[in-house]
């Protein structure tokens, strides 16, 4: 286990932290789960930068990091579900989505073919961390820091929110053009018999 790989697979636990204290009450919770999670979505760049620089690209570090994307933009989108921030159909699709791509990368590793994340995947998941930094940004602005400088600002939350939601319509729609675009470009390793 190397450093790179060390922190892509803190996304997992961090994602949790991060829920918890998206259902906790009290001051500066809002906070720390906003710059948790943006210390995961850096830590997603970091890693495969460190794995290039260090030469230690692996295989398991190129499955891995795309499984702790999924990991923790699910578990976060399952949260704002239950927190009626975002509606399940959207959650739904993209699930489906990372379902698919994951099933179909695991049969291309049983053929020996390791399929790592493009630019349409490395689209996707930029426009979804970024939805998801608004969404949880303006909980934190609203419970902490507008309370904070005795701002009257409930007007600008709902903006906050509604660009978050748009960002991650749009993500979700990049989910679904990118899992098209796998599954077709890789349709011979997945969909052929076995010999």
């Known amino acids: 286990m190397n450093l790179p790989n060390i922190i892509t697979l803190s996304r997992v636990p961090l994602m949790f932290v991060i829920v918890w204290l998206m259902y906790l009450p009290g001051p500066g919770v809002s906070s720390l789960a906003f710059w948790l999670f943006i210390i995961?979505?850096?830590g997603d760049w970091y890693d495969g930068y460190l794995a290039r620089?260090?030469?230690?690209?692996s295989t398991f570090g190129k499955l891995m990091d795309a499984l702790a994307d999924k990991v923790?933009?699910?578990g976060l989108m399952i949260a704002f579900v239950d927190f009626h921030i975002i509606p399940v159909f959207w959650v739904l699709l993209t699930m489906s989505r990372?379902?698919?791509v994951s099933g179909m990368r695991m049969v291309a590793a049983v053929k020996g073919v390791a399929v790592a994340a493009d630019r349409r995947g490395k689209?996707?998941?930029l426009t979804q961390l970024i939805?998801?930094?608004f969404l949880l940004g303006a909980p934190m602005i609203e419970r902490d820091i507008a309370?904070?400088?005795?701002?009257?600002?409930a007007d600008y939350i709902g903006y906050i929110h509604m660009i978050g939601l748009g960002l991650f319509i749009l993500g979700t729609g990049f989910a679904v053009s990118s899992g098209t675009a796998y599954i077709w470009r890789h349709r011979d390793v997945v969909f052929d018999e076995d010999e």
């Open 131 to 133: 939805a998801i930094g």
């Open 98 to 100: 990372e379902f698919l």
């Open 53 to 57: 620089k260090m030469k230690l690209v």
């Open 123 to 125: 689209t996707k998941t």
């Open 72 to 74: 923790m933009v699910i």
């Open 40 to 42: 995961a979505a850096v």
């Open 147 to 153: 309370p904070l400088l005795g701002l009257n600002i």
